[in-house]
């Protein structure tokens, strides 16, 4: 059993936790609001942006380029993974790392373009060679949004990866997080339902005649490579907001934790000294009998 000191010892590194993680609770509070509010401001941009290229590419029977034709046969696909910089946050970083582990099994290997430091050490640990990487607490999330954009484009139109796959968090509630996988690049004729928001790809819907000036290829080269960036973008601000609302459940739960191990501890503290105290007073008896008798 163990002694009153050290049942003392373990209340007050509990306690010192306890308040570590309280802390951590109040900082990812306050930080989600800002991340939910920046991923509320982006999100319209990126869903009307969405749109219109469905519009614009159903408009159209066919565009000469290159992301909106199949891939290099026998490439590998390319896999952004988008993780925290940082963990206790429960399994938000393990879901999201497994999602993608299971599709790259699924396609028998893939390229991973890592944002987020744990994702880039996941990587690192399953053995895959070293690729472009980048944290997700950059200065501007929407540079590092622009770099990888331009990095897997890159690598997709030299026929280094087959597609362009994006995997991670979606903020279902406060207390929910799901990882969600979308493939981003090629744009094929069954992916424009889910540009236009689930409408069928047989039956376009546009809102009225589009004319292209100077001619479809040349608008549709500038705004692709947007839609590549903004997408990746608003996924990255997401994870923000996911990642401290895991992080907010995960120190909340760990705080109440902490609070039930330290009223256990105290009560078999307070058991032990009670213990103590009733064997030196059996032994004061007993030696004052002893005395007695002699």
Do not use: C
């Not at 980048?134 to 690598?155: C, H, I, N, Q, Y």
């Amino acid at each position: 059993m163990p002694s009153v000191r050290d049942l003392r010892d373990r209340i007050r590194s509990l306690k010192n936790t306890q308040q570590i993680t309280k802390a951590m609770k109040q900082v990812a509070a306050a930080k989600i609001r800002r991340a939910e509010a920046a991923r509320k401001r982006a999100r319209p941009y990126a869903d009307a942006l969405a749109e219109m290229l469905g519009d614009l590419i159903g408009a159209v029977s066919s565009v000469d380029h290159p992301f909106m034709k199949p891939g290099k046969a026998g490439a590998p696909p390319g896999i952004v993974l988008i993780s925290a910089d940082k963990g206790l946050a429960g399994a938000f970083n393990s879901n999201v790392i497994h999602a993608a582990e299971q599709l790259a099994r699924r396609q028998g290997g893939a390229r991973y373009y890592t944002i987020g430091i744990k994702a880039r050490n996941a990587v690192r640990r399953m053995g895959s060679p070293d690729q472009a990487a980048w944290p997700l607490a950059a200065d501007s999330k929407l540079e590092t949004a622009r770099d990888v954009g331009r990095r897997v484009s890159d690598d997709f139109r030299h026929g280094e990866i087959s597609e362009i796959v994006l995997v991670s968090q979606r903020l279902i509630t406060m207390m929910s997080q799901r990882p969600q996988t979308r493939k981003l690049v090629p744009i094929l004729a069954e992916d424009l339902a889910a540009l236009r928001g689930g409408e069928q790809a047989a039956e376009p819907k546009t809102r009225g005649s589009i004319e292209f000036a100077p001619s479809p290829e040349f608008v549709l080269s500038r705004l692709l490579p947007k839609y590549l960036e903004f997408t990746i973008y608003s996924a990255m601000l997401e994870t923000d907001a996911a990642f401290f609302a895991a992080q907010l459940v995960a120190m909340t739960n760990a705080t109440d934790n902490a609070s039930k191990l330290i009223d256990e501890l105290t009560i078999a503290m307070n058991n032990a000294r009670q213990a103590a105290i009733t064997k030196e007073l059996l032994e004061i008896v007993g030696g004052a009998e002893a005395l007695g008798v002699e």
